[in-house]
């Protein structure tokens, strides 16, 4: 039975130790014996050198978890002659320490066709793929109720950031200039939904005539990634502003880790602190 090895280590609410647990239990279904390394016990190197002994196809890891281990200054996988497999989950931006440290046997796969164009315009990364994002069926959960058996009709969790701080960072942090054409960007996305942020930031540049050359940008473009941030949250504070002051009947219920951002509450609209 070929053995893989795959990487797990903290994010977000653990979305992406859950996808590694699923994905474990697809690679064993398909005749694969997976073996998960956890980088956030105390003992992962231990679990880790146990599964470099079985010959590994390969290994695997979101974002680039389960990188950076290297044996006299040598990626390991390179040492090992191990293929390692790098799904890209954010925009290039969130990772630009990490893009500038490949090794001869990375793959990464982006989930949006137009990250590896920027990704490529940036860094030598060698072989690159698109792979798309999928789902996970939920497991052991009861046939879904119809609406007029629901306690609520809609449901949200999410984080939720004052936007206004964010824009904050960037316009101490940059020259006017430069800061100004960041709020054009914000402004750009916020009108032009699903338009990335490294387009509309281009497309700012094209519209001012600027031609910067890729190693200034390299100074500037880690913070795009607070411009990114700055639009996911505007436009989830305003959807969530807009439908408790709808007041369509529609019985709503919020959990947020931020709930003094959305000050409105009611009967049909409930805005409650991150779930225990």
């Not at 653990?14 to 398909?30: H, I, N, Q, T, Y």
């Not at 698109?130 to 007029?148: D, H, I």
């Amino acid at each position: 039975m070929k053995s893989i090895v795959l990487m797990k280590g903290q994010s977000g609410y653990d979305a992406l130790g859950v996808f590694v647990e699923r994905l474990s239990e697809a690679f064993a279904k398909s005749g694969y014996a997976p073996h998960i390394v956890d980088m956030t016990h105390q003992d992962w190197m231990g679990s880790f050198h146990k599964a470099m002994q079985t010959s590994p196809e390969f290994a695997f890891g979101f974002n680039g978890i389960g990188t950076g281990i290297q044996i006299d200054g040598v990626e390991v996988y390179d040492r090992l002659n191990i293929p390692f497999i790098s799904a890209m989950v954010d925009h290039p931006v969130y990772h630009f320490g990490w893009y500038g440290k490949p090794f001869r046997n990375l793959f990464t796969a982006f989930a949006d066709r137009s990250h590896i164009k920027f990704a490529q315009r940036f860094f030598k990364l060698g072989l690159t793929g698109f792979l798309p994002q999928g789902g996970a069926l939920a497991k052991n959960v009861e046939a879904a109720k119809s609406f007029s058996e629901r306690t609520y009709d809609l449901l949200f969790i999410g984080t939720c950031l004052d936007f206004n701080g964010i824009r904050d960072e960037w316009r101490a942090k940059l020259h006017p200039s430069m800061s100004c054409i960041f709020d054009e960007t914000a402004e750009l996305m916020i009108g032009n939904e699903g338009k990335s942020v490294d387009i509309a930031f281009d497309e700012v540049l094209k519209l001012k005539g600027l031609d910067i050359p890729a190693d200034k940008l390299m100074h500037i473009l880690p913070l795009l990634s607070r411009v990114d941030i700055y639009v996911r949250n505007y436009r989830r504070l305003h959807y969530l502003r807009k439908l408790a002051e709808l007041k369509s009947g529609l019985k709503i219920l919020c959990h947020t880790n931020n709930p003094g951002l959305i000050p409105v509450s009611s009967e049909n609209f409930i805005v409650r602190g991150q779930i225990p």
